[in-house]
């Protein structure tokens, strides 16, 4: 007698700590999966934030020229040349041919864009970059002959000033004349706050996209001109 009703304390202790360690695991899970659900909205409400204020161009003015224009200086001015070539390997090194009248300047039409930062943050660097890496390269003004004479692939040209919101900067794009196609240029921004954005733009046209947010590794790969030599090196990369 005396033993079954120890057996039955032993039970009911045995079965009062199960019932606890139980109901100790249901909270602690309970409280992770809160945890889990506050952390995913308090991190939805953070990039939504950050996609409220993020930096967008919008075009002001947009004209087109026979040749290049000079700009009354009262902001930042990129110029930047875009060159068609036709890609040749030759012992594992990549060559871009350009045509000789892609060397003409004065051969040039030129598209102008005033662009304004309508967002609500400061842009710290702008990387302007070539879509189509197949057929065209990119290159600053002032550099674009003589890399184009070294057969270079090229596809960026960087503004490392700061575009603080209401800001404007001129862009211009100069061109062979003979082109009937451009290729979309992806404005590359890296904000104030270190967060990477790009937005497409399409010359000749009076046409930009919305900004977008991408990963720096991304921003950073559309840069590389090694990416474009491995695929032209085995085409199926593309």
């Not at 939504?48 to 026979?66: G, L």
């Not at 930062?117 to 189509?132: A, H, P, R, W």
């Not at 070294?150 to 404007?168: A, D, F, M, P, T």
């Amino acid at each position: 007698m005396q033993a079954e009703a120890i057996s039955g304390i032993i039970g009911a202790v045995s079965g009062a700590i199960a019932g606890g360690v139980i109901s100790c695991a249901f909270n602690y899970l309970n409280d992770k999966r809160k945890e889990r659900r506050e952390d995913k909205k308090e991190q939805e409400k953070e990039l939504q934030d950050r996609f409220e204020k993020r930096p967008e161009f919008k075009i002001i003015e947009c004209y087109n020229e026979e040749s290049n224009v000079v700009i009354a200086i009262d902001c930042e001015v990129v110029k930047i040349v875009v060159a068609k070539f036709e890609a040749s390997v030759e012992q594992n090194f990549v060559y871009a041919n350009y045509a000789p009248e892609e060397f003409n300047a004065e051969e040039r039409f030129c598209t102008c864009y005033r662009l304004e930062n309508v967002g609500k943050t400061d842009i710290s660097v702008i990387t302007l970059m070539c879509e189509d890496k197949r057929r065209f390269s990119l290159f600053g003004e002032y550099l674009a002959n003589d890399l184009m004479k070294s057969k270079c692939l090229h596809y960026s040209v960087s503004l490392e000033h700061k575009i603080r919101v209401s800001e404007q900067f001129y862009l211009v794009v100069l061109y062979h004349k003979k082109h009937k196609y451009l290729p979309a240029l992806n404005i590359g921004m890296k904000d104030s706050n270190g967060y990477f954005w790009t937005q497409s733009l399409m010359p000749p046209e009076d046409r930009i996209g919305d900004s977008r947010s991408v990963e720096c590794r991304d921003y950073m790969e559309d840069r590389r001109i090694d990416v474009a030599e491995d695929c032209f090196k085995h085409p199926w990369l593309w």
